[in-house]
């Protein structure tokens, strides 16, 4: 391990300094999927809002749906 003296006089070893590194790494991966997780759950509200105006227009309109599955997955008619 190397050693040298920080600002305060004190000796600092490899190991910690490695650790504060791994730390810092360890609090930036934390935030970063903080912030996608967030990210994901806006883009699921606002579809949400547009789904949910969907059916009021089309509980304005007294429209019907059937879905129909097939081979490829669920299909729509009218």
């Known amino acids: ?4 003296l920080n600002t ?11 650790s504060r590194f791994g730390f810092f ?8 999927t903080v912030w996608w ?3 994901e759950l806006e883009s699921l509200k606002a579809e949400k809002a547009i789904l949910q105006e969907n059916i009021a227009s089309l509980d304005q309109l007294k429209g ?3 879905l129909f599955t097939c081979d490829k997955g669920p ?3 009218s």
Request: hydrophobic share 45%.
């Open 8 to 18: 305060n006089k004190t000796l600092v070893t490899g190991l910690q300094t490695s």
């Open 25 to 32: 790494a360890f609090l930036l991966a934390v935030y970063a």
């Open 64 to 66: 019907h749906i059937k």
């Open 75 to 77: 299909l729509l008619g």
């Open 37 to 39: 997780e967030r990210s």
């Open 1 to 4: 391990m190397f050693e040298y």
